[in-house]
């Protein structure tokens, strides 16, 4: 061991505990802890490794490409982008069973505490007709067994419990104690860009369980928050812990945000969604974007918040390497969504080319207790957690 | 009455959509699997270990101790430092091919033998 000061992932004893968190065991902790380590060795030192390998034998060696998908092809026949991948995606599933093992084991005591903390409470509004979109029903995205909307037992909220406790193994802590670093990333950018915008209702899209949405919520403590998803463990589990961390002004609501008829035109001052359009389709979007747009107030912003688009000047090495969820890590609609032109699709929605708005915003963390995230260079394509906003400003009337 | 949650079987569950395998033959891929799992398992018998012997060092040990354990800061920095060394370790063959990548001609043993052979 050398005398360097560490620069590694923190200890996941400093991830936040707010009241709806699973209770870890000390083992249960450890696992976590060497999984945060797991991914950041494949990415710090095995990933560059295979940009040497790709640079050096597979390059010289084959076609030129033309497309990130001839490159992928070409990696794949690589012993050493095989093995990365075989790793990744091992640790995918070994992340998942660690937290699925923390849920179950205590599901009985977890999903009763959220039953006394959300029922009756007019905040949740759960639609049980309501339909999962098949981009959603028919793959579990990022390999989490059961998505964000299958109950094992009615009631059910270990499936958002485990999302919620094992992210900050998949991140290494990067997003912060409670994950809510996107969150915070955009409060700060509208903090600083729109200093004077006081929405009186906001409404973020695929929300989940609302940790991104908080410390929204948190910073327009008078304005109206809506949670809106697909998923009725993840809003159970969302009102249950914005209740536990003391934030009462966000409501959670069960819908497609393919229709949001039960909102009038111009209801909400902002609306917003983090890490959620590349878990659409094709089809579902324009309706998605022309329904946010429909429900956009006069005045209002409109903030869609996502990992870069794949441009022409980005490599292609890099966009397969991007892609790599894609293909492995089951995100089927990341790499159709990366390479659409989505100034044209706010422009269908609604939005005039000169109401468009162009951002970037990286994850707010607590430096003191995560220094090595304040100026991270590890770059793990397509997790880093530093993002591009798309949005569109709509002309007050 | 819905049937009580087994985590022992559901823990593990497989995620919809077919898994892909990378490796030419599957096999070592499973075996590599197993490999990671049980590196895991040995890490977490190591943290706490580590978490014994510093209670040790500090007083006698009592299961609750275990249990609540929060290593300050240096001790966390240490334990970090020993999984990325630990990782180092298990995987240095990846790290061997990385730097072998600079040196696509350098001879096998076979090879020097063969030349030291027919030396002189
Ligand atoms: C990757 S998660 C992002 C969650 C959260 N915004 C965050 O920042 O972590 C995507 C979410 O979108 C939801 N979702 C997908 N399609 C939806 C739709 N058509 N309507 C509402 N929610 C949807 C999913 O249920 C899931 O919770």
Known sequence: ?397 | MTQPIDPLALAGAKPKGKRPYFLDNPDVERVMAITMAVAQELAVMRERLDTVERLLEAKGISQADIENFQPTPEQADARGAWHQEYLARILRIYQQEIEALDKPDEPTSEDIGVELGQDG
């Open chain 1, 1 to 397: 061991m050398t005398d360097k000061t560490y620069d590694g992932p923190p200890d996941y004893r400093l991830v936040g505990e707010h009241g709806m968190f699973p209770r870890t065991t000390h083992d249960e902790k450890a696992r976590f802890n060497f999984l945060a380590h797991l991914n950041r060795h494949l990415a710090s030192r095995i990933l560059p490794g295979v940009k040497t390998a790709y640079e050096t034998r597979i390059e010289p060696n084959n076609p030129v490409p033309n497309h990130r998908n001839q490159v992928r092809k070409q990696l794949l026949k690589d012993p050493l982008f095989q093995h990365w991948s075989a790793q990744r995606r091992n640790t995918m599933e070994l992340r998942q069973q660690a937290g699925r093992w923390v849920t179950l084991r205590q599901a009985e005591a977890m999903n009763a505490k959220a039953r006394d903390l959300t029922e009756g409470d007019e905040r949740l509004e759960l639609d049980p007709d309501l339909e999962i979109p098949p981009y959603l029903a028919k793959i579990d995205h990022h390999c989490m067994p059961g998505s964000y909307h299958d109950e094992l037992v009615p009631g059910d909220v270990t499936g958002p419990a485990n999302y919620d406790c094992g992210i900050f193994v998949t991140t290494g802590g990067g997003l912060g104690r409670f994950n809510d670093g996107g969150g915070h990333a955009v409060v700060k950018w509208m903090k600083t860009n729109r200093p004077d915008f006081a929405p009186k209702r906001i409404l973020d899209i695929g929300g989940g369980l609302g940790q991104n949405v908080l410390p929204i919520a948190q910073a327009y403590p008078d304005a109206e928050v809506v949670c809106l998803d697909t998923g009725a463990p993840s809003l159970r589990y969302g009102l249950a812990r914005a209740k536990e961390m003391g934030v009462d002004n966000v409501r959670f609501v069960q819908a497609n945000a393919e229709d949001m008829s039960r909102y009038p035109d111009g209801h909400f001052d902002w609306v917003q969604s983090t890490m959620f359009l590349h878990e659409t389709s094709v089809k579902s979007m324009p309706k998605i974007m022309k329904e946010s747009h429909r429900v956009l107030a006069p005045g209002g912003i409109c903030m869609h918040v996502e990992q870069p688009q794949y441009s022409p000047d980005m490599p292609l090495y890099e966009q397969a390497i991007r892609d790599w969820d894609a293909f492995y890590n089951n995100e089927p609609f990341w790499t159709k969504m990366h390479e659409l032109d989505l100034d044209q699709w706010m422009v269908d929605a609604g939005f005039s080319r000169d109401e468009l708005l162009h951002g970037g915003v990286a994850a707010v963390v607590d430096a003191e207790l995560f220094p090595e995230h304040a100026n991270d260079d590890v770059e793990d394509y397509g997790r880093k957690a530093a993002w591009h906003i798309v949005g569109g400003e709509k002309k007050a009337a």
